[in-house]
Protein backbone atom coordinates (compact mmCIF):
# COMPACT_ATOMS: atom_id res chain seq x y z
CA UNK A 1 0.00 0.00 0.00
CA UNK A 2 0.86 3.59 -0.57
CA UNK A 3 3.02 5.36 2.11
CA UNK A 4 4.53 2.01 3.49
CA UNK A 5 8.19 2.83 2.75
CA UNK A 6 8.84 -1.12 3.83
CA UNK A 7 7.80 -2.15 0.83
CA UNK A 8 9.53 0.23 -1.46
CA UNK A 9 11.50 -1.34 -4.25
CA UNK A 10 12.43 1.91 -6.40
CA UNK A 11 12.75 5.91 -6.12
CA UNK A 12 11.86 8.58 -8.55
CA UNK A 13 13.71 12.11 -7.01
CA UNK A 14 12.98 15.32 -7.76
CA UNK A 15 16.49 17.19 -9.04
CA UNK A 16 15.91 21.44 -8.37
CA UNK A 17 15.65 21.86 -4.53
CA UNK A 18 16.41 18.12 -3.83
CA UNK A 19 19.62 17.24 -4.89
CA UNK A 20 20.62 20.58 -5.54
CA UNK A 21 20.35 24.28 -5.74
CA UNK A 22 21.45 26.42 -8.10
CA UNK A 23 23.38 23.42 -9.07
CA UNK A 24 25.12 23.56 -6.00
CA UNK A 25 24.39 19.98 -4.16
CA UNK A 26 22.72 19.86 -1.32
CA UNK A 27 24.43 18.50 1.84
CA UNK A 28 24.40 15.02 2.09
CA UNK A 29 22.45 14.74 -1.28
CA UNK A 30 25.17 12.51 -3.06
CA UNK A 31 25.48 10.42 -0.51
CA UNK A 32 21.77 9.39 -0.34
CA UNK A 33 22.14 8.46 -3.85
CA UNK A 34 25.09 6.63 -3.42
CA UNK A 35 23.36 4.54 -0.76
CA UNK A 36 20.57 3.82 -2.71
CA UNK A 37 22.96 2.24 -5.56
CA UNK A 38 25.20 0.46 -2.90
CA UNK A 39 21.83 -1.19 -2.18
CA UNK A 40 20.57 -1.86 -5.40
CA UNK A 41 17.24 0.31 -4.98
CA UNK A 42 16.95 1.57 -8.69
CA UNK A 43 16.39 5.06 -8.99
CA UNK A 44 15.87 8.22 -11.58
CA UNK A 45 15.96 11.54 -11.17
CA UNK A 46 12.50 13.19 -12.84
CA UNK A 47 12.61 16.97 -13.16
CA UNK A 48 10.94 20.17 -15.02
CA UNK A 49 14.16 21.85 -15.60
CA UNK A 50 14.01 22.35 -19.17
CA UNK A 51 17.24 24.81 -19.37
CA UNK A 52 19.69 21.94 -19.88
CA UNK A 53 20.02 18.54 -22.25
CA UNK A 54 19.91 15.46 -20.35
CA UNK A 55 23.72 14.67 -21.17
CA UNK A 56 24.29 17.94 -19.40
CA UNK A 57 22.09 17.55 -16.61
CA UNK A 58 24.23 14.85 -16.04
CA UNK A 59 27.28 15.87 -16.51
CA UNK A 60 26.94 18.58 -14.04
CA UNK A 61 25.94 16.22 -11.41
CA UNK A 62 28.86 13.76 -11.73
CA UNK A 63 30.92 17.32 -11.26
CA UNK A 64 28.98 18.05 -7.91
CA UNK A 65 29.92 14.10 -6.72
CA UNK A 66 26.48 12.38 -7.63
CA UNK A 67 26.88 8.65 -9.62
CA UNK A 68 24.33 9.33 -11.98
CA UNK A 69 24.30 8.73 -15.91
CA UNK A 70 21.93 10.31 -18.23
CA UNK A 71 19.73 7.52 -18.95
CA UNK A 72 19.07 8.10 -15.46
CA UNK A 73 17.57 11.49 -15.67
CA UNK A 74 14.24 11.94 -16.56
CA UNK A 75 13.93 15.64 -18.42
CA UNK A 76 10.41 17.26 -18.86
CA UNK A 77 12.31 18.81 -21.99
CA UNK A 78 13.02 15.77 -23.41
CA UNK A 79 9.92 14.50 -22.91
CA UNK A 80 8.58 17.42 -24.66
CA UNK A 81 11.16 16.27 -27.08
CA UNK A 82 9.43 13.05 -27.60
CA UNK A 83 5.81 14.31 -27.35
CA UNK A 84 6.29 16.48 -30.49
CA UNK A 85 7.68 14.34 -32.72
CA UNK A 86 4.77 11.56 -32.20
CA UNK A 87 2.04 13.84 -31.79
CA UNK A 88 3.00 17.08 -34.29
CA UNK A 89 5.50 15.58 -36.94
CA UNK A 90 6.50 18.23 -38.92
CA UNK A 91 5.42 21.17 -37.20
CA UNK A 92 7.04 24.13 -36.82
CA UNK A 93 7.71 24.87 -33.11
CA UNK A 94 7.67 28.63 -31.52
CA UNK A 95 9.04 28.06 -28.44
CA UNK A 96 9.02 30.48 -25.08
CA UNK A 97 12.39 30.44 -23.48
CA UNK A 98 15.98 29.41 -23.87
CA UNK A 99 16.51 26.29 -26.18
CA UNK A 100 20.35 26.34 -27.06
CA UNK A 101 21.15 23.70 -24.66
CA UNK A 102 18.33 21.12 -24.82
CA UNK A 103 18.69 20.94 -28.87
CA UNK A 104 19.97 17.60 -27.94
CA UNK A 105 16.36 16.72 -26.74
CA UNK A 106 14.13 18.47 -29.53
CA UNK A 107 15.96 16.83 -32.20
CA UNK A 108 13.47 16.12 -34.83
CA UNK A 109 11.64 18.97 -34.06
CA UNK A 110 11.35 22.35 -36.11
CA UNK A 111 12.16 25.28 -34.27
CA UNK A 112 10.78 28.47 -35.66
CA UNK A 113 12.24 31.66 -34.72
CA UNK A 114 9.49 33.79 -35.59
CA UNK A 115 6.86 34.17 -38.43
CA UNK A 116 4.23 31.60 -38.65
CA UNK A 117 4.08 28.02 -36.43
CA UNK A 118 2.14 24.95 -35.92
CA UNK A 119 2.82 24.97 -32.06
CA UNK A 120 3.33 27.60 -29.28
CA UNK A 121 6.00 25.65 -26.51
CA UNK A 122 6.27 26.77 -23.30
CA UNK A 123 9.96 26.23 -21.63
CA UNK A 124 10.96 27.24 -17.90
CA UNK A 125 10.45 31.17 -17.68
CA UNK A 126 13.81 32.88 -18.33
CA UNK A 127 15.10 36.20 -20.13
CA UNK A 128 13.24 35.63 -23.40
CA UNK A 129 9.69 35.50 -21.99
CA UNK A 130 10.02 38.98 -23.13
CA UNK A 131 6.56 41.37 -23.78
CA UNK A 132 7.03 41.32 -27.37
CA UNK A 133 7.71 37.44 -27.01
CA UNK A 134 4.72 36.65 -25.11
CA UNK A 135 2.46 38.75 -27.61
CA UNK A 136 3.84 37.11 -30.38
CA UNK A 137 2.96 33.88 -28.79
CA UNK A 138 -0.53 34.67 -27.99
CA UNK A 139 -1.37 35.87 -31.65
CA UNK A 140 -0.27 32.63 -32.77
CA UNK A 141 -2.50 30.80 -30.12
CA UNK A 142 -5.48 33.06 -31.62
CA UNK A 143 -5.00 32.33 -35.39
CA UNK A 144 -5.10 28.13 -34.23
CA UNK A 145 -1.63 27.42 -33.05
CA UNK A 146 -1.51 24.55 -30.41
CA UNK A 147 -0.38 25.20 -26.90
CA UNK A 148 2.20 22.75 -25.55
CA UNK A 149 3.91 23.18 -22.10
CA UNK A 150 7.09 21.48 -20.97
CA UNK A 151 5.94 22.36 -17.39
CA UNK A 152 3.99 24.81 -15.69
CA UNK A 153 5.68 24.98 -12.18
CA UNK A 154 4.83 28.50 -10.58
CA UNK A 155 8.20 28.91 -8.95
CA UNK A 156 11.72 27.66 -8.63
CA UNK A 157 14.55 28.00 -6.68
CA UNK A 158 17.68 29.93 -6.71
CA UNK A 159 20.30 32.10 -4.85
CA UNK A 160 18.38 35.10 -5.33
CA UNK A 161 15.20 33.56 -3.94
CA UNK A 162 12.52 32.25 -5.39
CA UNK A 163 11.48 33.36 -9.54
CA UNK A 164 9.08 33.16 -11.43
CA UNK A 165 8.48 30.09 -13.79
CA UNK A 166 6.53 28.86 -16.63
CA UNK A 167 3.17 28.64 -14.68
CA UNK A 168 2.20 31.66 -14.26
CA UNK A 169 2.81 32.48 -18.40
CA UNK A 170 1.09 29.42 -19.04
CA UNK A 171 -2.52 30.24 -17.52
CA UNK A 172 -1.86 34.07 -18.90
CA UNK A 173 -1.53 32.49 -22.06
CA UNK A 174 -4.45 29.65 -21.79
CA UNK A 175 -6.62 32.55 -20.53
CA UNK A 176 -6.28 35.17 -23.39
CA UNK A 177 -6.65 32.79 -25.83
CA UNK A 178 -9.03 30.73 -24.79
CA UNK A 179 -6.83 27.59 -25.41
CA UNK A 180 -6.13 25.07 -23.00
CA UNK A 181 -2.48 23.78 -22.73
CA UNK A 182 -1.22 19.99 -23.10
CA UNK A 183 2.02 19.77 -20.35
CA UNK A 184 4.01 17.32 -20.51
CA UNK A 185 6.61 17.06 -17.32
CA UNK A 186 4.99 17.25 -13.86
CA UNK A 187 2.24 16.98 -12.51
CA UNK A 188 0.95 15.20 -15.46
CA UNK A 189 0.76 10.99 -14.87
CA UNK A 190 2.18 10.31 -18.15
CA UNK A 191 5.55 11.70 -17.10
CA UNK A 192 5.86 9.79 -13.47
CA UNK A 193 4.42 6.44 -15.30
CA UNK A 194 7.71 6.89 -17.68
CA UNK A 195 9.65 6.79 -14.79
CA UNK A 196 8.09 4.51 -12.66
CA UNK A 197 8.51 2.19 -16.13
CA UNK A 198 12.61 2.47 -16.50
CA UNK A 199 12.64 1.49 -12.65
CA UNK A 200 11.00 -1.97 -13.71
CA UNK A 201 9.01 -2.38 -10.24
CA UNK A 202 5.37 -1.63 -9.70
CA UNK A 203 4.12 2.07 -9.30
CA UNK A 204 2.81 1.17 -5.46
CA UNK A 205 6.33 0.03 -4.58
CA UNK A 206 7.89 3.55 -5.45
CA UNK A 207 8.57 6.33 -3.74
CA UNK A 208 8.52 10.02 -4.82
CA UNK A 209 10.83 12.56 -3.43
CA UNK A 210 10.58 16.37 -3.44
CA UNK A 211 10.18 19.52 -2.42
CA UNK A 212 6.95 20.49 -4.08
CA UNK A 213 3.96 19.15 -2.01
CA UNK A 214 1.32 19.26 -5.16
CA UNK A 215 3.60 18.81 -8.36
CA UNK A 216 5.86 16.36 -6.88
CA UNK A 217 4.50 14.37 -3.65
CA UNK A 218 0.61 14.34 -4.30
CA UNK A 219 0.84 13.91 -8.16
CA UNK A 220 3.16 10.93 -7.28
CA UNK A 221 0.07 10.23 -3.99
CA UNK A 222 -2.78 9.93 -6.81
CA UNK A 223 -0.77 7.51 -8.71
CA UNK A 224 -0.25 4.99 -5.76
CA UNK A 225 3.19 6.58 -4.84
CA UNK A 226 4.59 7.08 -1.44
CA UNK A 227 5.13 10.59 -1.36
CA UNK A 228 7.87 11.98 0.62
CA UNK A 229 8.57 15.87 1.09
CA UNK A 230 11.69 17.35 1.74
CA UNK A 231 12.10 20.27 3.98
CA UNK A 232 14.89 21.97 1.32
CA UNK A 233 14.82 23.67 -2.12
CA UNK A 234 11.77 25.87 -2.44
CA UNK A 235 9.87 23.97 0.52
CA UNK A 236 8.42 26.92 2.94
CA UNK A 237 6.44 25.53 6.01
CA UNK A 238 2.89 26.91 6.10
CA UNK A 239 2.66 27.32 2.12
CA UNK A 240 2.26 23.64 1.76
CA UNK A 241 -0.86 23.79 3.99
CA UNK A 242 -3.08 25.75 1.47
CA UNK A 243 -2.74 22.14 -1.41
CA UNK A 244 -5.18 20.46 1.10
CA UNK A 245 -3.32 17.38 1.14
CA UNK A 246 -0.42 15.49 3.26
CA UNK A 247 3.13 13.98 2.34
CA UNK A 248 3.40 9.86 3.98
CA UNK A 249 6.62 11.22 4.98
CA UNK A 250 8.35 14.66 5.73
CA UNK A 251 12.02 14.52 5.82
CA UNK A 252 14.66 17.64 6.55
CA UNK A 253 16.49 16.87 3.40
CA UNK A 254 17.55 14.16 1.10
CA UNK A 255 20.56 12.82 3.16
CA UNK A 256 17.68 11.84 5.59
CA UNK A 257 16.39 8.96 2.97
CA UNK A 258 18.49 6.30 4.18
CA UNK A 259 18.04 6.50 7.52
CA UNK A 260 13.84 7.11 6.70
CA UNK A 261 14.46 3.89 3.96
CA UNK A 262 15.83 1.65 6.56
CA UNK A 263 13.44 2.47 9.29
Same mark, same amino acid.
Given at each position: ??????????????????? /?? =????? &??????????? $?? !?????? @? $???????? /? #??????????????? !???? =???????? +????? +??????????? $?????? *????? /???????????????? *??????ANLNHALNLLV????????? #??? $???????????????? *?????????????????? &????????????????????????????VMAAQSLGMAG @???? =??????????????? &?? +?? @????? !?? &????? =?
Amino acid at each position: MAGELADVEGVLLDMDGVL /TV =SWRPI &PGAADAVSWLR $TN !EIPFRL @I $TNTTMLSR /T #RLAAILREGGFDVDR !EEVL =SAAAATGA +HLRER +HPGARCYVLGE $TDDILE *DLQGV /TIAQDGSADVVVVAGA *DDRFTFANLNHALNLLVGGAALVAMQ #RNL $TWLTDEGLKFDAGPYV *DALERAAGVRAVVVGKPE &PAFFRQGVETLGVPIERVAMVGDDLAYDVMAAQSLGMAG @ILVR =SGKFRPGVDDREGGA &PD +HV @IGSVA !EL &PALLR =S
